[in-house]
């Protein structure tokens, strides 16, 4: 199975906006709800940001939201901070594998 | 808390075997699979197959299937990644994560393997 399709770059200035979107298939990202979203500093693990489209985990921030349709799900960030800058990733789960977009490098401006 | 604890840096040779381990706690160990995800460097995140430790039965992504082994010790709750003859193109850090109705939850630390003559 192919990679989900992740834009490469996205910026925005501080208190900006920003979507991320993440591209799969209807065998992946449009047939199941367990699509999540992982941040990742320089030299750091992943950490979970949002799982099964749009739920968020305790301790994460409520500028961070996520949404699907049809086969394409979407990372929103609100009210921009530097600290968001890092990579982002997106994932889909399907019965046979778990799949991970190319990742995308959010730049705060 | 649920925590995974993995091994440190490696620095082998072609050819040398390896094995990896990440250690689990705060939770039911044998309830949860562990997933195993490579990341060479400057590269993104890539799948490389999952592991029940209840019955350490395991699943691998096509691309690593025959190329990596996985394995678990339940009775002290860790999950280990093995190669038998490592390639340079096996440098990368190698991150485990606790896998919960389809997500993964908590990652360990990482443990960066580098493969070089």
């Known amino acids: 199975q192919s990679a989900l399709t992740q834009p490469a770059s996205v910026s925005g200035s501080p208190g900006q906006s920003i979507t991320i979107s993440c591209t799969g298939a209807s065998s992946d990202v449009g047939g199941y709800n367990h699509v999540s979203w992982y941040q990742q500093h320089p030299g750091k693990a992943p950490k979970l940001m949002i799982y099964?489209?749009?739920n968020r985990p305790s301790g994460v921030s409520t500028r961070f939201s996520g949404s699907k349709s049809g086969n394409t799900a979407s990372l929103t960030i609100s009210g921009l901070q530097a600290e968001d800058e890092a990579d982002y990733y997106c994932?889909?789960?399907?019965?046979?594998?778990?799949?991970f977009g190319g990742g995308t490098k959010l730049t705060v401006l | 808390e649920v925590q995974l604890v993995q091994s440190g840096a490696e620095v082998k040779k072609p050819g040398e075997s390896l094995k990896i381990s990440c250690k689990g706690s705060?939770?039911?160990?044998?309830?949860?699979?562990i997933g195993w995800v490579r990341q060479m460097p400057g590269k993104g995140l890539e799948w490389m197959g999952i592991i029940y430790p209840g019955d350490s039965d395991t699943k691998y992504s096509p691309s690593f299937q025959g190329q990596v082994s996985m394995s678990a010790d339940k009775s002290i709750s860790t999950a280990y990644l093995q190669w038998s003859s490592l390639k340079a193109s096996d440098t990368a850090m190698y991150y485990c994560a606790r896998r919960s109705g389809g997500i993964l939850v908590e990652w360990g630390q990482g443990t960066l393997v580098t493969v070089s003559s």
């Open positions: 994932s889909s789960y399907t019965s046979s594998s778990t799949l």
């Open positions: 099964d489209v749009s």
């Open positions: 705060g939770y039911t160990f044998t309830n949860y699979w």
